[in-house]
């Protein structure tokens, strides 16, 4: 086989390969506000990117150069409310109730019911709950590890409030950001992993 021949045929092989990695990439946002509709509380507009979103759409499968994740972190940071009273830790029971509820926001919910943190779908927090997700870092003993001083407080409420305040393109929702929960209901799930007396701390 002469080499002329050999890179024919290379090019040959590669001919369809070339042809579909040159086809345009459709927009998947279009395409999937053609497959759904609204329905009740869940409509549309939730396929609209902010520019976090965008941004992390963009970075998807690549490390983001420190400056991007800076730009991410402070936009989002820029976002977070503390507790109107100054108080972050409200009632572990009640955060109890938030961390393991999973409704809310989904077409078939009751929008008059209280929307859910769903929290053990991601991590592990009272050692006595068997089911939990690992997508998140554990957080059994939480508050027992850290103690609570005001900077940890503040932090582990911007991370409840708007997770890409400290994590750029974090997966974990920004309950306080989007509206998910409620600041009453944020200040309870606080009290959820700082309080001593809170199946975390166990
Ligand atoms: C969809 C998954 C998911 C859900 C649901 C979720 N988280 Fe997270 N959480 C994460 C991930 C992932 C991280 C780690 C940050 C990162 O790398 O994105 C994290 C980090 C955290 C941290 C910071 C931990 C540290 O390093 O100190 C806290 C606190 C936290 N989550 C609390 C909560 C609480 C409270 C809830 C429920 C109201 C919750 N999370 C729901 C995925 C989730």
């Known amino acids: 086989m002469n080499s002329s021949f050999r890179v024919t045929a290379l090019l040959l092989c590669m001919g369809p390969l070339v042809s579909v990695l040159a086809e345009p990439v ?6 999937l506000k053609a497959a759904f509709t609204d329905k009740r509380q869940a409509t549309l507009d ?9 941004l992390c759409t963009q970075l998807r ?20 409310k503390p507790p ?10 009640a955060g109890e109730v938030v961390a393991s509820t999973g409704t809310g926001l989904q077409s078939s919910d009751d929008p008059a ?5 769903n929290c053990y ?18 957080l059994k003993h939480y508050g027992k590890l850290r103690g609570q001083d005001p900077a940890v407080l ?25 509206g998910i929960l409620t600041e009453q209901q944020m200040k309870d799930v606080m009290a959820y992993l700082f309080d001593a ?6």
């Open 26 to 31: 459709p927009d998947l946002t279009a395409t």
């Open 46 to 54: 939730r396929l609209d990117q902010d520019e976090t979103q965008k």
């Open 61 to 80: 499968d690549q490390v983001p150069t420190s400056e991007l994740s800076q730009k991410i972190t402070r936009m989002n940071l820029a976002t977070v």
């Open 84 to 93: 109107a009273d100054g108080k972050y830790l409200g009632d572990w029971k």
């Open 113 to 117: 019911k209280p929307n859910g943190g």
């Open 121 to 138: 779908a991601c991590h592990e927090l009272a050692p006595t709950e068997m089911a939990y997700g690992t997508l998140g870092p554990s």
């Open 154 to 178: 503040a932090y582990a409420w911007s991370m409840v409030y708007n997770s890409n305040s400290y994590a750029p393109c974090s997966n974990m929702p920004r309950f306080g950001h989007r």
């Open 197 to 202: 007396a809170s199946p975390v701390n166990q």
